[in-house]
T-cell receptor, first 112, second 112 residues
């Protein structure tokens, strides 16, 4: 089925390591988003991309970088992981003017 | 600064009864509101939305009510079913904006 695919699903990192979370959508959506979900904090926007070639900071961008590689793919990079980045990360895409985002199934990241 | 607030983090309700989830917002520019539903280990899925030109929107067992003067919306689920057990997120935006602001979520448990 069409949708948003995130890889990996689980990851354990040591403090200071780097990694890239991958996200791809096959629905031809223009806008893509990265959120993190923490207990008691809801969904917080890290970065978003309104269209191919553009990216903007969200509420909690510190410690992260993003790349909108093409219309399909939007990756999130942690250059030097910290325990505070332990979280569940969700990628989402948005169909045109609708706000009915499609979310991926998430990446559970633990930084030790 | 939380622009979308969901109090009463959890709710337990008997199967067949009504579930009512509440959401308050502080940003007077918000004019479009959504509810998302999330099961464990899955991404959120869009449930129902309402524009500020309406005060009610209904979709099957789900109804959202909007009180603009009180900056308050609610989601009613009637009748509640065990499959409705999930976390529900309220979200809001100013139409045309690229971003959604999410609340912290409400856990609903429907008891068979």
């Amino acid at each position: 089925n069409a949708g948003v695919t995130q890889t990996p699903k689980f990851q354990v990192l040591k403090t200071g390591q780097s990694m890239t979370l991958q996200c791809a959508q096959d629905m031809n959506h223009n806008s893509m988003y990265w959120y993190r979900q923490d207990p008691g904090m809801g969904l917080r926007l890290i970065y978003y991309s309104a269209s191919e070639g553009t990216t903007d900071k969200g509420e909690v961008p510190n410690g992260y970088n993003v790349s909108r590689l093409n219309k399909r793919e939007f990756s999130l990079r942690l250059e030097s992981a910290a325990p505070s980045q332990t979280s569940v990360y969700f990628c989402a895409s948005r169909p045109g003017q609708s706000y009915g985002y499609t979310f991926g199934s998430g990446t559970r990241l633990t930084v030790v | 600064d939380q622009q979308v607030k969901q109090n009463s983090p959890s709710l337990s309700v008997q199967e067949g009864r009504i579930s009512i989830l509440n959401c308050d917002y502080t940003n007077s520019m918000f004019d479009y509101f959504l509810w998302y539903k999330k099961y464990p280990a899955e991404g959120p899925t869009f449930l129902i939305s309402i524009s500020s030109i309406k005060d009610k929107n209904e979709d099957g067992r789900f109804t959202v009510f909007l009180n603009k003067s009180a900056k308050h919306l609610s989601l009613h689920i009637v009748p509640s079913q065990p499959g409705d057990s999930a976390v529900y997120f309220c979200a809001a935006t100013a139409y045309g904006n690229n971003r959604l602001a999410f609340g912290k979520g409400n856990q609903v448990v429907v008891i068979p």
